[in-house]
């Protein structure tokens, strides 16, 4: 079962991307294969080589990036993907991510467990139950944050669809960070496995 990172990069992330893989190669010697959008060809090159990337130049104008990024998971090239959210910083990469990931078909990180009416992340959810009431449920019981740095989904996994038609409404609301709120309100509806804030903290700055 082919098995790899996923991540896309846009024109002003190329310092945040290096950083990433820097701290990526120190653990991971496996496929990652990158979306770019408006970064210079001869950049895409030296990275390429640098990092053992399969890099693909995509054209996203008149695309949101948040809905081009989740659209874009559709297209990964494996069967097990780690989505690799660029800036992510890695302190380690326990190799028995992908057995999880095998077994749940879909996995989550945290990095906090919270009860707080005033924490960020749940202030951003009421706008989106005061736009769409159908989430009401799922706000009312927010309690455990997902990390949006890395998603692990199985190729043939309907979640994507159901995130990326989430993103897509909120967009359309004009709600910020419409991609990993989305995430947040759509992950309970799918069974997963959320991996627990000690296990996060081992791995991600």
């Keep these: 079962m082919s098995k790899g990172i996923l991540m896309f990069v846009m024109a002003d992330e190329a310092s945040e991307f290096e950083d990433t893989l820097k701290s990526l190669r120190l653990f991971y010697d496996g496929p990652v294969k990158v979306y770019m959008d408006g970064i210079d060809l001869l950049v895409v090159a030296d990275l390429k080589k640098r990092f053992d990337l399969d890099c693909q130049v995509i054209k996203a104008a008149g695309i949101s990036p948040r809905i081009l990024l989740v659209r874009g998971l559709r297209y990964t090239p494996f069967e097990l993907t780690l989505f690799v959210r660029n800036g992510t910083i890695f302190k380690s990469f326990p190799s028995t991510i992908w057995k999880q990931l095998d077994d ?76 990993e709120d989305a995430m947040q309100l759509v992950a309970p509806f799918f069974p997963h496995l959320m991996l627990p804030k000690e296990h996060c903290a081992k791995v991600l700055k």
């Design 104 to 179: 749940s078909g879909l996995l989550f990180m945290n990095t906090e467990h919270i009860l707080l009416t005033d924490h960020v992340k749940y202030k951003r959810l009421l706008k989106w139950a005061s736009i769409f009431p159908s989430v009401n449920s799922v706000v009312n019981n927010f309690k455990v944050p997902i990390d949006p740095r890395i998603i692990g989904f199985k190729k043939e996994s309907v979640f994507i669809q159901s995130w990326l038609d989430m993103t897509t409404n909120g967009e359309k609301g004009g709600l910020e960070k419409a991609d």
